[in-house]
């Protein structure tokens, strides 16, 4: 396709030549999709969350982010999913995140397991001027 312009036209490329024409069977086949991940869990130690959410931060508390804020909320999870209880895990550099990773964290929900036994889990909260992302890991 030729584009008119105000100036000289410009040389189209030479046609590949035969050597240089890469059949379909020749390319390489699209990788295979990653093996599914273990009931509860992506493998790396995180735990898919059935319910997240996630702080609603006010714009103007937002716009106080330098950087990255980090806050780490410990919380004990029911058999059924339901957390029973959140608290900080790691002192941080801000109350006023901290409260509100913990007030989110409480209203988490996890998958329901066979075991009796609560799970201890950490959920992993992370501000910045352009968002808020989370991620459940399972503590051992």
Same mark, same amino acid.
Request: a positive charge.
């Given at each position: $396709?030729?584009?008119?312009?105000?100036?000289?036209?410009?040389?189209?490329?030479? @046609? *590949?030549?035969?050597?240089?024409?890469?059949?379909?069977?020749?390319?390489?086949?699209?990788? @295979?999709?990653?093996?599914? @991940?273990?009931?509860?869990?992506?493998?790396?130690?995180?735990? $898919?969350?059935?319910?997240? $959410?996630? *702080?609603?931060?006010?714009?103007?508390?937002?716009?106080?982010?330098?950087?990255?804020?980090?806050?780490?909320?410990? $919380?004990?999870?029911?058999? +059924?999913?339901?957390?029973?209880?959140?608290?900080? +895990?790691?002192?941080? %550099? %801000?109350?006023?995140?901290?409260?509100?990773?913990?007030?989110?964290?409480?209203?988490?929900?996890? %998958?329901?397991?066979?075991? *009796?036994?609560?799970?201890?889990?950490?959920?992993?909260? +992370?501000? %910045?001027?352009?968002?808020?992302?989370?991620?459940?890991?399972?503590?051992?």
């Amino acid at each position: $396709v030729r584009m008119f312009r105000g100036g000289p036209a410009e040389p189209q490329p030479p @046609a *590949p030549r035969p050597a240089e024409t890469v059949s379909q069977a020749s390319q390489p086949a699209a990788p @295979a999709p990653p093996p599914a @991940a273990p009931r509860g869990g992506r493998g790396d130690g995180s735990t $898919v969350a059935l319910h997240q $959410v996630i *702080p609603d931060v006010p714009t103007h508390a937002r716009q106080t982010i330098h950087g990255h804020i980090k806050v780490w909320v410990r $919380v004990v999870v029911e058999p +059924d999913g339901a957390v029973l209880a959140a608290v900080p +895990d790691r002192a941080g %550099s %801000s109350r006023y995140f901290e409260r509100l990773a913990v007030e989110a964290a409480r209203k988490w929900t996890f %998958s329901a397991v066979e075991a *009796p036994a609560r799970r201890i889990m950490q959920v992993q909260f +992370d501000f %910045s001027r352009d968002g808020t992302t989370a991620r459940a890991v399972t503590l051992r």
